[in-house]
């Protein structure tokens, strides 16, 4: 059984980090409690800091707290693997809710069927607000690029893992010398690195977590903008990456916004592209609506998905045009 060291920058997020240690404590293996872990929390000079959380869970956690100037989440978690003891370390975003059987399940793969590298998927929880949900249905449903993420064989090519729910072993880490960029796809960059030395790496398919993500519309919108800068920033370093479905977002954000400009060119083609824009609205709406057994999540998941596409599709612009200029 392999020792775990669970590695989770934060920064101004201590209720959060309270949920994720609760949920860890909670660990299960059969019918035993899994403590064969350690948690390492680094602070990236937060203002609002979760040391008095992290202190409320020393008898129930195996947990380290450090705070540190700010760096970034990359740099944060390479600060994390220095210190940590296990022989595989595993990292989770300080937004998360781990399920109770998690480690039994990774613990069990990695004795199946080793990887070197693994990423799991994410999910929502059933406490989530409903906006919540909307926007973990965009970015997890075919009707977005989301849908591409936690799948063994997709659109994009090679499966790489996200740092939201990514495990490495410690040779992994003396061999690559962990992230060589703190943002803009660090993890995307990290796990091409891993692939390129002959690494195992895979997807653990049972092994998700419960993510967060943004608790509103307009950070979703932010965080959007900047993985579709992240997408072009990592083409920079390796334009093979760069697929045709991840200009899809750009697309779809042209196409919207030369709606109103079709009307006065071509009324035919303008009734044509709403036609086909509505049906893309009630396909989200019933499919969300099914999968989260909510017409209001539904409508939601509209919201989500045109914030999603667009917020990516003008960081991808920004940041391939204009060079990331403003």
């Given at each position: 059984?392999?020792?775990?060291?669970?590695?989770?920058?934060?920064?101004n997020?201590?209720?959060?980090?309270?949920?994720?240690?609760?949920?860890?404590?909670?660990?299960?293996?059969?019918?035993?409690?899994?403590?064969?872990?350690?948690?390492?929390?680094?602070?990236?000079?937060?203002?609002?800091?979760?040391?008095?959380v992290?202190?409320?869970?020393?008898?129930?956690?195996?947990?380290?707290?450090?705070?540190?100037?700010?760096?970034?989440?990359?740099?944060?978690?390479?600060?994390?693997?220095?210190?940590?003891?296990?022989?595989?370390f595993?990292?989770?975003?300080?937004?998360?809710?781990?399920?109770?059987?998690?480690?039994?399940?990774?613990?069990?793969?990695?004795?199946?069927?080793?990887?070197?590298?693994?990423?799991?998927?994410?999910?929502?929880?059933?406490?989530?607000?409903?906006?919540?949900?909307?926007?973990?249905?965009?970015?997890?449903?075919?009707?977005?690029?989301?849908?591409?993420?936690?799948?063994?064989?997709?659109?994009?090519?090679?499966?790489?893992?996200?740092?939201?729910?990514?495990?490495?072993?410690?040779?992994?880490?003396?061999?690559?010398?962990?992230?060589?960029?703190?943002?803009?796809?660090?993890?995307?960059?990290?796990?091409?690195r891993?692939?390129?030395?002959?690494?195992?790496?895979?997807?653990?398919?049972?092994?998700?977590?419960?993510?967060?993500?943004?608790?509103?519309?307009?950070?979703?919108?932010?965080?959007?903008?900047?993985?579709?800068?992240?997408?072009?920033?990592?083409?920079?370093?390796?334009?093979?990456?760069?697929?045709?479905?991840?200009?899809?977002?750009?697309?779809?954000?042209?196409?919207?916004?030369?709606?109103?400009?079709?009307?006065?060119?071509d009324?035919?083609?303008?009734?044509?592209?709403?036609?086909?824009?509505?049906?893309?609205?009630?396909?989200?709406?019933?499919?969300?609506?099914?999968?989260?057994?909510s017409?209001?999540?539904?409508?939601?998941?509209?919201?989500?998905?045109?914030?999603?596409?667009?917020?990516?599709?003008?960081?991808?612009?920004?940041?391939?045009?204009?060079?990331?200029?403003?």
């Amino acid at each position: 059984m392999s020792r775990y060291s669970v590695i989770t920058p934060v920064y101004n997020r201590p209720e959060e980090v309270r949920e994720l240690l609760e949920s860890l404590s909670k660990q299960t293996v059969a019918t035993a409690a899994f403590k064969n872990f350690e948690v390492i929390i680094i602070e990236d000079g937060s203002t609002l800091k979760c040391d008095e959380v992290c202190a409320s869970f020393q008898e129930k956690l195996d947990l380290k707290y450090f705070f540190k100037p700010n760096s970034g989440q990359g740099f944060s978690r390479n600060y994390g693997f220095e210190r940590a003891r296990g022989d595989y370390f595993v990292q989770l975003d300080s937004d998360a809710i781990i399920p109770e059987n998690y480690f039994e399940i990774v613990d069990n793969s990695l004795k199946n069927n080793w990887l070197d590298a693994y990423g799991g998927p994410d999910a929502a929880h059933s406490s989530f607000t409903d906006i919540q949900k909307a926007i973990n249905y965009s970015m997890t449903s075919v009707f977005t690029t989301g849908g591409i993420r936690g799948k063994k064989n997709n659109a994009g090519g090679q499966f790489y893992p996200r740092s939201f729910n990514f495990g490495i072993s410690r040779k992994v880490w003396e061999e690559t010398g962990g992230y060589n960029m703190t943002r803009m796809a660090e993890d995307i960059e990290f796990s091409i690195r891993i692939l390129s030395k002959g690494f195992k790496v895979g997807l653990i398919e049972e092994a998700f977590i419960y993510h967060k993500r943004r608790t509103n519309f307009g950070q979703f919108f932010k965080q959007l903008h900047f993985f579709g800068r992240g997408r072009i920033n990592l083409s920079r370093m390796f334009p093979s990456e760069l697929k045709l479905v991840h200009y899809f977002p750009m697309l779809f954000t042209l196409g919207v916004l030369a709606i109103p400009i079709i009307f006065f060119i071509d009324k035919i083609l303008f009734f044509i592209a709403v036609f086909l824009l509505l049906i893309y609205i009630i396909m989200v709406v019933i499919d969300s609506a099914i999968h989260n057994k909510s017409l209001k999540i539904g409508f939601l998941s509209v919201i989500a998905c045109f914030i999603q596409l667009i917020g990516y599709g003008f960081g991808f612009m920004q940041e391939k045009f204009l060079g990331g200029r403003k």
